[in-house]
């Protein structure tokens, strides 16, 4: 204790040297799991923000904060705090872990085994198209053949018709997913510029962020596409592994340059190229699920495939020469390695003897790419623009235990309800204060529950009265691209019209009108997009 006072004193020496008008100023205090009290330097301090520790609760107290370690937590936690122009943020940036688990302990655990919490694989695959799925209606019989642990998910679970994600493009559909509110209500409604200092704010927690004090152990295996700036990536929110590539694209075999932002990150380390992408995100998502059997965690496995470039591994040419159009060729070849990487997952969690206790969840991050071979079939749209096919993705939920196969959810359902979702099978209750936009699916994907209350969905893309709007609400929907020189509305009914092809907006004024009411109520609680790129990549 002493010497952790004596180290604190220092810094606050140096910190009181310095000055709290410089631009920033970094320091980190190690701090024993037996210690209780961290001094604050404050001398000036126009106000303090603390975010809590990865593994106890922290409580900011006059100038000093008291650092309570979870039972049975053995270790160090390194505090770093940030300050600038006299503001002081608080937060817990790396951890040196050892779990003390006596085999007491291990019996009183909540675990994966035996426990009514289960663990929760999310696969979230990326730019493919609406049949490109074997579980999907109408799907491509030749994507089908090449997906049979894709469409076994399906099979064995519940397929979602009418799934939307809330966003047409990558980055800012995971930022909705990961917190479950429209990121639109924190800035985040474009791809970020490579290499951007903003993305994912601390204020907005993450689905780790909320499952890691019900007892969660949390992974991220793929791509991140949220935030550049390392204080936000994963091991500084509260996720106790990953292993990520932070840009939206990088090559699927490995580079002769290796730039931060495209290489892959283990536990904030950047690793050597090698291997094909795909499989890398496999081979560690199995890894990740063998050292946490014994508890309860949640795996998110975003993966890049089948996102461009059009990069098929050499022992799946034969794929692509089966098909006469060599880009949709190619994009069956990464389909291919992408099914082959969800089947090891699958195997894994029947190794391990978690498959009947285990949701996993398969949904597609965006519409589907078709300018790289992706197939949106029936629908409308693509990605980048709010017609069904930008925004409306495969979804498939398995939960042996729970979920009865061969089951089919038509009510309408986003990515903005994992998170809640989530938190419930852990056991955990939402918050009002969270101010989450979505809700608890899984009554829809068990049956117990037919439909969900009425609700309204929407979106936009590009800021106010300059860029895409829609709204669903019941079967009508209303749409709208303000960037063209004779912006109209347009509505459509999706139970009779899903290609949306007949326009009903002259035939039904009041529901124009009621459904534009409905959005500018819904933009009244949005900010204005912190970037603004028009980028068609990522």
């Avoid at 310095?18 to 210690?35: K, P, W």
């Avoid at 994966?112 to 663990?119: D, I, K, Q, T, V």
């Avoid at 949306?500 to 949005?526: C, F, I, M, Y």
Wanted: glycine letters at 8%; a negative charge.
């Amino acid at each position: 204790m002493k010497s952790l006072f004596k180290l604190a004193l220092t810094l606050i020496v140096l910190y009181s040297a310095i000055g709290v008008t410089a631009s920033e100023f970094f320091h980190q205090v190690l701090v024993d799991s037996r210690a209780n009290v961290i001094p604050i330097p404050a001398t000036g301090t126009k106000a303090i923000t603390l975010k809590q520790p990865r593994h106890g609760q922290a409580i900011l107290i006059g100038d000093v904060v008291r650092y309570n370690p979870n039972p049975g937590y053995v270790g160090e936690d390194r505090f770093s705090t940030r300050t600038v122009d006299g503001e002081i943020t608080i937060y817990s940036i790396d951890v040196t872990k050892h779990p003390a688990e006596t085999a007491q302990d291990k019996a009183s655990s909540p675990s994966a085994n035996g426990s009514e919490r289960p663990n929760i694989v999310l696969i979230f695959t990326d730019d493919a198209g609406y049949i490109d799925y074997g579980f999907q209606p109408g799907s491509d019989p030749k994507l089908t053949e090449l997906t049979p642990h894709i469409t076994r998910l399906g099979e064995e679970g519940a397929v979602f018709t009418n799934a939307y994600v809330s966003a047409p493009v990558c980055g800012p559909s995971r930022a909705g997913l990961l917190t479950g509110r429209y990121q639109q209500r924190f800035g985040h409604e474009m791809n970020m510029p490579i290499g951007y200092e903003g993305g994912m704010p601390d204020e907005e927690p993450m689905i780790s962020e909320r499952l890691n004090p019900l007892g969660y152990v949390s992974g991220v295996v793929g791509k991140w596409g949220v935030a550049y700036r390392y204080d936000a990536w994963p091991m500084q929110r509260m996720w106790d592994y990953s292993f990520i590539h932070l840009r939206g694209q990088r090559n699927f075999w490995p580079m002769r340059t290796e730039p931060l932002v495209s290489v892959f990150i283990e536990d904030n380390q950047p690793t050597p190229e090698s291997g094909y992408a795909t499989d890398r995100i496999g081979d560690k998502s199995v890894e990740f699920i063998r050292n946490h059997s014994d508890k309860p965690f949640f795996l998110f496995v975003p993966f890049n495939a089948p996102h461009g470039p059009l990069q098929p591994r050499p022992e799946d040419s034969d794929i692509v020469a089966q098909f006469e159009d060599e880009k949709r060729g190619k994009f069956a070849g990464l389909v291919k390695a992408l099914d082959d990487n969800v089947g090891k997952i699958l195997e894994a969690l029947d190794e391990q003897d978690l498959t009947e206790n285990t949701l996993v969840l398969f949904i597609n991050d965006n519409g589907g790419a078709e300018h790289l071979g992706a197939d949106n079939g029936i629908l409308r749209g693509a990605k980048a623009n709010l017609y069904e096919g930008g925004i409306r993705v495969a979804w498939a939920m398995r939960w042996p235990s729970r979920i009865p196969a061969g089951h089919t959810v038509d009510t309408p359902v986003t990515a903005l309800d994992l998170l809640p979702t989530f938190v419930k099978m852990a056991g955990g209750e939402p918050k009002r204060a969270w101010q989450l936009d979505g809700v608890d699916i899984l009554p829809l994907a068990t049956g117990e529950e037919a439909s969900l209350p009425e609700r309204d969905l929407f979106w936009r893309r590009g800021g106010s009265n300059k860029g895409h709007y829609a709204v669903r609400s019941g079967d009508w929907k209303l749409y709208i691209n303000k960037q063209l020189k004779n912006p109209k509305w347009e509505l459509y009914n999706l139970d009779t019209d899903i290609r949306e092809q007949n326009d009903l907006a002259e035939a039904h004024p009041e529901t124009v009108t009621r459904l534009q009411e409905k959005l500018d109520q819904w933009e009244s609680g949005l900010i204005e997009p912190l970037w603004n790129l028009k980028a068609f990549m990522d």
